[in-house]
């Protein structure tokens, strides 16, 4: 008896002890990268098997001006601008996917992927009203994947892009509406925590931040 209330006085000690700890702190994230990832849940992954990336990633907040006075779009191509885009290009193959490489071929593929850089913008996409997609930052016009006037979430969404977020879009290629013939975005992550000291993008992590979004996105296979 003596040996059960000894038991039982350590496991309420245990137990306030346990009780009495603080949350653990937060505070050492603000030094990683995260990444979130969201999908339409009636996308049928598996039943993808081409898909077209281009070779180069839009930076959101930067633009060039033509000869006419236009603001056009700015796009990054270096070497580090392939490496991220050969990782998700390793990413998609190892899944079983083919990617098609000849640029006529995006209007044939199955799906479409497009990277994009927030370099110097903070801006948000969300449901505010049902025509949002018409304020997005497209770095290639619709017609750009075929006949199409543009895209969308087919699920709720609501997200804040900050400097230095790197973000990766699937389009079903396939899954245009007759009404407006809309391309649903049925896959898409958001990396960010990538800035360092200097404001540069640590290549490095945001290369791990991609592997990670498809690590935590096992529906993406054939």
Known sequence: MKIKQILCTVALASLCCYGCQKDPSTSSLRNEYLVYTAHDAEARFAQIDTYYIPDKILL???????????????????????????????????????????????ETADAGLQLSYVEQATYFVGYNNPYWWSYYPYYWAPGYWGPWTGWYYPYAVYYGYTTGSLLVEMVDLNGGTENGRKLPVIWNCYITGLLRGSNTLDIDEAADGLRQAFAQSPYLKK
Do not use: F
């Not at 907040?61 to 033509?66: K, R, Y």
């Not at 601008?81 to 000849?102: C, F, K, N, P, S």
């Open 60 to 106: 959101i907040g930067s633009h060039t001006v033509d000869a006419e006075g236009n603001k056009v779009p700015k796009y990054w191509s270096d070497a580090d601008a392939q490496e991220l885009i050969g990782t998700v290009v390793a990413e998609m193959d190892a899944r079983g996917y083919t990617r098609l490489t000849d640029e006529e071929a995006r």
